[in-house]
């Protein structure tokens, strides 16, 4: 329980926490990894890079001290950030490691006096334990459940199917030849990479692209441009030398972007480019259920070329009259614009928008490059959807949409 005393310090920092978090947090993992070069077998190189990683650790702390004295607020995004660490296998013994580093770059930056410091410890503390306490049911729930284990497992690739230009599915059954645990249609695993010549291992978290209830796990992985680039180096990788024998280690299951499999309301799935891949998932789970729900399935992709599972879901629309799909092409080929393979050419527009979805009383799930999501949370917002049926997952460090 913290003080009075603390509360108040922590919350007078708010300010120079909005001002300058990125810069703290951007110290804080100079030091980290300087430190502890062993952590960079767990995070992303590429956010780091790209500064992904340190703006979502800038929002985190910004978030904890302005909701100090009623640390239930934050309790979701606790458990958003807790799946991702539970996936990584971030373990109770990193976390004092991390207090460590992130009071020396307050420190540094701030030039915060012992007063301010001794306060964000205190406050680190009870911050920790929080996020120590819920990761750690979350791994005994991992490993517990059936066809469940703890931190990774190895798991070999059985099939490798071509689903575009751009993206490739791997079929992924366990070495060991057990079961796989269940999970819900939207969550993801993490894939560990040891590229040779590499000093680190890497980590990718990438959504499961099926229905849950089979004997294999599958993951729809998109090439990215440049192998020599940070984005480029594992999805290359994956793509041009991971082959069907060779084995990958699999965490279980996680994350908190899923389907709600009580609600009775209609679903609208709207997708870019290789965020089709959770909304896969979601789309086969409710027609193998034999749900009633209507479905209407959106999805912008450049052109034919690049996009994903277009005949699996046509076939889909086709055999089940509750579902509709609809696609959009912002560079459509000649082939395209000569077969009309496409329903919209450009982008997905609001007023193109509200005249395919049945209803704004549904549940609506996105994913997609940022922009496009800042998009059409802004669209769904502006028809009058409900906050709390908008759902939506970010590939990577969690950003705003606003």
């Given amino acids: 329980m913290l003080s009075e005393k603390t509360i108040e310090i922590v919350k007078s920092t708010v300010p120079l926490l909005q001002e300058k978090g990125v810069e703290i947090t951007t110290r804080?993992?100079?030091?980290?990894?300087?430190?502890?070069?062993?952590?960079?077998?767990?995070?992303n190189h590429t956010n780091q890079k790209k500064g992904r990683q340190q703006q979502a650790?800038?929002?985190?702390?910004?978030?904890?001290?302005?909701?100090?004295?009623?640390?239930?607020?934050?309790?979701?995004?606790?458990?958003?950030?807790?799946?991702?660490?539970r996936s990584l296998g971030i373990k109770a013994e990193h976390y004092p490691i991390v207090g460590t580093c992130l009071l020396r770059a307050i420190k540094e930056v701030a030039g915060a006096p012992d007063e301010v410091l001794n306060a964000w410890g205190e406050a680190y503390g009870v911050i920790a334990d929080a996020f120590i306490s819920i990761e750690a049911e979350m791994y005994e729930e991992a490993a517990h459940k059936e066809g469940g284990w703890k931190d990774f497992r190895n798991f070999v690739v059985v099939k490798k199917v071509k689903e575009s230009d751009v993206i490739t599915s791997f079929y992924l059954k366990p070495?060991?030849?057990?079961?796989?645990?269940s999970f819900i249609p939207g969550q993801y695993v993490t894939v560990q990479i040891n590229i040779e010549g590499e000093t680190y291992t890497h980590n990718r978290q990438y959504s499961l692209s099926d229905a849950?209830?089979?004997?294999?796990?599958?993951?729809?992985?998109?090439?990215?441009?440049?192998?020599?680039?940070?984005?480029?180096?594992?999805?290359?990788?994956?793509?041009?030398?991971?082959?069907?024998?060779?084995?990958?280690?699999?965490?279980?299951?996680?994350?908190?972007?899923?389907?709600?499999?009580?609600?009775?309301?209609?679903?609208?799935?709207?997708?870019?480019?290789?965020?089709?891949?959770?909304?896969?998932?979601?789309?086969?789970?409710?027609?193998?259920?034999?749900?009633?729900r209507n479905v209407c399935f959106v999805h912008a992709a450049i052109n034919s070329n690049t996009h994903a599972m277009k005949e699996h879901v046509e076939a889909v629309?086709?055999?089940y009259e509750q579902?509709?799909?609809?696609?959009?092409?912002?560079?459509?080929?000649?082939?395209?614009?000569?077969?009309?393979?496409?329903?919209?050419?450009?982008?997905?527009?609001?007023?193109?928008?509200?005249?395919?979805?049945?209803?704004?009383?549904?549940?609506?799930?996105?994913?997609?490059?940022?922009?496009?999501?800042?998009?059409?949370?802004?669209?769904?917002?502006?028809?009058?959807v409900k906050q709390e049926h908008i759902h939506y997952e970010f590939f990577g460090p969690a950003a705003s949409l606003q």
């Fill in 317 to 319: 629309d086709n055999e």
């Fill in 28 to 43: 804080f993992y100079e030091i980290l990894f300087s430190e502890h070069p062993e952590l960079l077998n767990i995070f």
């Fill in 57 to 85: 650790l800038a929002n985190a702390v910004y978030a904890a001290a302005t909701y100090i004295d009623n640390l239930e607020a934050i309790i979701p995004v606790v458990k958003q950030i807790g799946h991702k660490h």
């Fill in 212 to 292: 849950p209830g089979k004997e294999y796990y599958r993951i729809s992985v998109k090439k990215e441009k440049g192998v020599d680039t940070p984005d480029g180096k594992v999805s290359n990788y994956l793509h041009e030398h991971v082959k069907e024998g060779d084995m990958l280690p699999v965490s279980a299951p996680a994350g908190d972007f899923v389907l709600n499999m009580d609600s009775t309301l209609p679903v609208v799935l709207i997708s870019g480019g290789v965020g089709i891949t959770p909304m896969m998932s979601m789309l086969n789970t409710l027609i193998e259920q034999d749900s009633k």
């Fill in 175 to 181: 070495e060991d030849g057990g079961k796989v645990s």
């Fill in 323 to 384: 579902v509709k799909a609809y696609t959009c092409y912002s560079a459509p080929t000649e082939k395209d614009l000569e077969m009309k393979n496409f329903d919209k050419e450009g982008f997905v527009e609001r007023e193109w928008l509200q005249t395919i979805i049945p209803t704004t009383e549904a549940e609506f799930y996105f994913c997609g490059p940022i922009p496009f999501m800042k998009h059409i949370n802004a669209v769904l917002t502006d028809l009058g």
